[in-house]
């Protein structure tokens, strides 16, 4: 049986610049830990998601200076076949979509007129063009929200932040709902800008994520940046 990549394996096929600042990790008593953790959790008989080789997809297919924008969420859907290791994201061929995924879509055509097709919804044109889709706790137990919470993951993410908010060249932040909002610790403000509004999720109070504008709003501010903006209605690069 081919044995299943451990965390040190998945950082070490990350881009250059991400495995550059990520490996010193691999020392850090807090990884160990969390390593020995998935190794138990993805080799029990439980339901883990998303699938091993997809914990950090987010960061293997954009590397540290391609960032732009950066959409933080919690922590991955935990139904079945619905986390592919982009935060808020499922494949395209799953129905119905989440609630949280169908209302940023509400506000994206409140915000720019763009009504998204029922078929996609797995967000690789976003990240193809510098969106990181970052969850704050990268793996969950099938439907258990929040049950990898506090084994390590948030030290991690910790430090994913920290690289991203020490960044010279100035990105977009958005910080939906106040666990995200948390991480704005980690930004510099005098160099970046950060969107905040309630989270979309309907079991929020998500009253102020609509009317938001948060997708007009991070185009403007990648225009001042002299950044070419993101094409929103761009969703999926599966045709």
Same mark, same amino acid.
């Given at each position: 049986?081919?044995?299943?990549?451990?965390?040190?394996?998945?950082?070490?096929?990350?881009?250059? =610049? @991400?495995?550059?600042?990520?490996?010193?990790?691999?020392?850090?008593?807090?990884?160990?830990?969390?390593?020995?953790?998935?190794?138990?959790?993805?080799?029990?008989?439980?339901e883990i998601?998303?699938?091993?080789?997809?914990?950090?997809?987010?960061?293997?297919?954009?590397?540290?200076?391609?960032?732009?924008?950066?959409?933080?969420?919690?922590?991955?859907?935990?139904?079945?076949?619905? *986390?592919?290791?982009?935060?808020?994201? &499922?494949?395209?061929? &799953?129905?119905?979509?989440?609630?949280?995924?169908?209302?940023?879509?509400?506000?994206?055509?409140?915000d720019l007129?763009?009504?998204?097709?029922?078929?996609?919804?797995?967000?690789?044109? @976003? *990240?193809?063009?510098? &969106?990181l889709l970052?969850?704050? !706790?990268?793996? !969950?137990?099938?439907?258990?929200?929040?049950?990898?919470?506090?084994?390590? @993951?948030?030290?991690?993410? =910790?430090?994913?932040?920290?690289?991203?908010?020490?960044?010279?060249?100035?990105?977009?932040? !958005?910080? @939906?709902?106040?666990?995200?909002?948390?991480?704005?610790?980690? %930004?510099?403000? =005098?160099?970046?800008?950060? %969107?905040?509004?309630?989270?979309?999720?309907?079991?929020?109070?998500?009253?102020?994520?609509?009317?938001?504008?948060?997708?007009?709003?991070? =185009?403007?501010?990648?225009?001042?940046?002299?950044?070419?903006?993101?094409?929103?209605?761009?969703?999926?690069? &599966?045709?």
């Open positions: 049986m081919k044995k299943s990549p451990s965390l040190i394996d998945l950082v070490k096929r990350l881009p250059p =610049n @991400w495995k550059k600042k990520l490996a010193p990790l691999f020392r850090e008593p807090f990884f160990e830990r969390l390593n020995q953790f998935l190794d138990d959790e993805y080799q029990s008989n439980k998601y998303p699938a091993r080789e997809n914990i950090f997809r987010a960061l293997r297919e954009l590397d540290l200076p391609d960032v732009k924008v950066v959409i933080l969420g919690q922590d991955p859907y935990h139904g079945s076949d619905q *986390a592919i290791g982009f935060s808020f994201a &499922v494949p395209n061929d &799953v129905f119905p979509k989440p609630p949280s995924l169908r209302n940023i879509f509400k506000e994206l055509e409140s007129g763009i009504s998204v097709p029922k078929e996609y919804s797995d967000l690789t044109a @976003w *990240a193809s063009q510098g &969106v970052l969850n704050t !706790v990268l793996t !969950v137990e099938a439907a258990k929200p929040l049950s990898h919470r506090g084994q390590g @993951w948030e030290e991690f993410t =910790n430090q994913v932040m920290a690289h991203l908010g020490a960044r010279k060249e100035p990105l977009v932040f !958005v910080l @939906w709902g106040s666990h995200a909002q948390k991480m704005k610790t980690h %930004i510099d403000l =005098n160099i970046h800008e950060v %969107i905040e509004s309630p989270h979309p999720s309907p079991l929020s109070s998500y009253r102020g994520f609509f009317g938001s504008r948060v997708f007009s709003r991070t =185009n403007a501010l990648l225009a001042r940046f002299g950044k070419a903006p993101i094409r929103w209605e761009t969703i999926s690069l &599966v045709r």
